[in-house]
């Protein structure tokens, strides 16, 4: 049988709206053993997500099925892109998962498991993934929850006949034969998904996809992961599933279909070619003339419309007191990114912060700031300096970018880790090779370096802003995919 998910309504640009259900973050974003069982207030039942990318809530069906979920359910998706049945254990997440005590785990893999002609080695023969399957069942029922199955959503590989071709049906065989074996509560995720896709058509289908950039830098849309629309799609179909594969469930499952919230709107209307307002904040290695703001704003389209408001010299505390993030926020952005740390670490008075402190402290206002007026803010961890000693670049500035992290996390906003990113980069070159980056003659160059210096390793030249800014940007439309449109591809190299 083929149910109805409100999909008409979901493409339609009037979306209607609803609370967000409380889904939590990325487990390997966010993970504190200490307050991991702690409950939501006010709730009844616990509820993970146990699996792969298309269970996330920026690429998945976490947020629909969430969404779907009544007040009364604790709903955390602890679903972990890239990972396989191997992988999810041997990363940790399922040690995490089962610490945080649900009641029920709706668990789903195949995708990375799925064995291909690569051969990686988060792939899994048919015979493990079912011993693997087996395992976190027998796991589950000895910590007391209780497992649920989900058969893989399906890729959407339509072909010349018009209906999809899974290249999971032998997995999700697996899958069902496991829950047959050992009595688990199954969802026919595969099944219904290809039903549900046969009878809308490829087009259709499109409209609930992300897109992806194909090896001629191109924007093509992604047969797997989903956007806001095609996770309130299959989201609810997942939640329907659980509903009747598990009746103590019954009532803890909207009987209505959950309507996109305000973010989910304004998402898909920049997904589908909306215009867009970024904003960019922060100190001199954001800023036009030697950060990596100039080369992020090359890369977006037309549609976009890019404002690097970040200043030379200037920390959290300073821009703020000077008044400079109050003309930014009038500007109105519908993304603000914000980068900080260079500054905060001077011991000026005027401009040092803490972190774990006042540093985090105003990261947090940042934040709220940009919500209160709508907008989406992303939190990017500061550029590495490019000071090298004994072969390796200094790390100088790992303190800022853990506090940059750890507000991120906690406020459930997207975090760039462009510290990591640059500092993994730079540990790949000689210093005489990441000199190739460095600016010459910026105001700031002897502040940041010292007078002594004779290279400023702090600031970036043209070539600089092109590749950090590129780091930057692709980084970026992981989490935020609805940007993948307007960043512009780059070809593949050979």
Known sequence: MIRTYGMAALLLMGYTTSVVAHAQGDPARAFDAATAAVRKPGTKVRVDLIGDSTQTLNAGYGRGFCANMKADVDCLDMAKGGA?????????LWDRALQTKPDYMVIQFGHNDLVTKEHLDRQVELPDYIANLKRFVMEARSAGITPVLVTPLTRRYFEADGKIHSDLTQYSQAMTGVAMEMKVPLIDLQAESIAYLDKVGEAEGNKLAITKKDSDGKTIFDKTHLNWAGSYVFGRMV??????AVPK???????EAATLPPEGVKAMKV????PVKIVLVGDSTTAPEGGWGPGFCALMTKN???IDDALNGRSTKSFIDEGAWAKALAKKGDYYTIQFGHNDQKPNPDRHTDPGSTFDDNLRRFI?????IGGVPIIITPLSRRTFIDGKVKEDLNEYAAAAKHVAAEEGVTCVDLNAMSTKLLNTMTQEQADEFDMTGHADAKAENG???????THLNDKGKAVFGRMVADDLIRTQVELGPDVIGAPAKP
């Open 84 to 92: 396989s049945t191997r992988t999810y254990r041997e990363q940790g």
């Open 239 to 244: 939640a329907v599933g659980l509903r009747d």
């Open 249 to 255: 469930l019954r009532f803890d499952v909207k009987s």
């Open 271 to 274: 997904l589908n070619g909306g």
């Open 304 to 306: 976009v419309t890019c």
């Open 368 to 372: 709220h700031d940009v919500q209160a």
């Open 451 to 457: 007078a002594a210096a004779k290279l400023d390793r």
